[in-house]
């Protein structure tokens, strides 16, 4: 267990919708970071927040938009959904929003997006 | 343009054998290199964590090594266990003081263990 939780575990919507993906990092860690992983693909970094600011973008949509709260957990909201949105999207947290060989990225489990 | 290479796509393997996977990167500036291991369906675990000044780490029955003069690295599993069966992600960083955005991730290499 990485410390780092992700709500719901599995969610099934329809094209054209809305959905909203929750994320709790470890304890003490500032910095929460997306990425979206599609069948038999590799992580795609989406976006990073670092104590409530965004600190870095990556390949995120226009469709897509995230932020973080003053309790530090984040939410990734996706809209007007389409098929090729179907995809594992991991959060992850560190102390620092650093790539510091000690600034370590814990994953969450994971949510399970799929879109009919 | 950075990227990460990883071979194989996919190797079987049996149980108690070793194995190793390979790392080829182009990403600059080098900060450090990972190895993920990741379980279907679940998150990525870190198992190393390398600088351009390490040449070998060590986790248990995992070894990775690194030659940054090349810019390689493998990770060599020794007397492989099923529990090893997972996909093995090279992540490259190319700062040591930016952000997420300097990660480089391969795409993998699924490995499956038999009996």
């Known amino acids: 267990d990485s410390g780092v939780t992700q709500t719901p575990k599995h969610l099934i919507t329809a094209t054209g919708q809305r959905v909203t993906l929750r994320c709790s990092p470890r304890?003490?860690?500032?910095?929460v970071y997306w990425y979206q992983q599609s069948l038999d693909q590799g992580l795609q970094f989406l976006i990073q927040y670092y104590n409530g600011e965004e600190r870095a973008k990556g390949n995120i949509l226009e469709r897509f938009s995230a932020q973080q709260f003053p309790d530090l957990h984040s939410e990734l909201n996706l809209s007007s959904l389409e098929l090729g949105d179907s995809a594992l999207y991991f959060c992850?947290?560190?102390?620092?929003?650093?790539?510091?060989?000690?600034?370590?990225?814990?994953f969450g489990p994971g949510t399970r997006l799929t879109v009919l | 343009k950075n990227q990460v290479e990883q071979s194989p796509q996919s190797l079987i393997i049996l149980e108690g054998k070793n194995c190793t996977l390979q790392c080829n990167y182009t990403v600059s500036p080098f900060s450090n290199l990972r190895w993920y291991k990741q379980d279907t369906g679940r998150g990525p675990v870190s198992l190393t964590i390398m600088t351009f000044s390490e040449n070998t780490k060590s986790n248990g029955r995992y070894t990775a090594t690194l030659d940054a003069d090349t810019k390689q690295s493998s990770l060599h599993i020794t007397a492989s266990q099923l529990s090893d069966s997972a996909s093995y992600i090279c992540?490259?960083?190319?700062?040591?003081?930016?952000?997420?955005?300097?990660?480089?991730f391969g795409t993998g290499t699924r490995l499956q263990v038999t009996l």
């Open positions: 992850a947290s560190s102390v620092t929003p650093r790539g510091g060989v000690y600034n370590e990225q814990f």
């Open positions: 304890s003490g860690d500032l910095s």
């Open positions: 992540v490259v960083s190319g700062s040591s003081t930016g952000t997420a955005s300097k990660l480089t």
